[in-house]
């Protein structure tokens, strides 16, 4: 079964940085896609970044291209999400996802092809 656990979400200032971390447990991690989505008050949940599940290719929203980097460290089952240059729009619940399937080529920005969720980590970002 899979587990997907986030910290390190907090409240920040306008300008800050904050890195969050995603801890996987279950089925094979190194294998599969991994991204990350957050969802702000009254809003839709949207597709911040992925990575492949070799690490080797990313994809950003436009929102967050320059300001936030994804990676992962397949050895330790654990993905990230450094974001810089924070702004209050940023201000969310971020949510770590797995892809459904393994092994995959296609970086997907879809919520619908991620099969597993975390229970999410707020990052509140103060102007």
């Known amino acids: 079964q899979v587990q997907l656990v986030e910290s390190g979400g907090g409240l920040v200032q306008a300008g800050g940085s904050l890195r969050l971390s995603c801890a996987a447990s279950?089925?094979?991690?190194?294998?599969?896609?991994m991204g990350w989505f957050r969802q702000a008050p009254g809003k839709e949940r949207e597709f911040v970044a992925a990575v492949i599940w070799s690490g080797g290719r990313t994809n950003y929203a436009d929102s967050v291209k320059g300001r936030f980097t994804i990676s992962r460290d397949n050895a330790k089952n654990t993905v990230y999400l450094q974001m810089n240059s924070l702004k209050p729009e940023d201000t969310a619940v971020y949510y770590c996802a797995r892809d459904q399937d393994e092994s995959s080529r296609f970086l997907s920005g879809q919520s619908r092809s991620y099969g597993y969720w975390g229970q999410g980590t707020q990052v509140t970002v103060s102007s």
């Open positions: 279950g089925r094979t991690f190194s294998r599969a896609n």
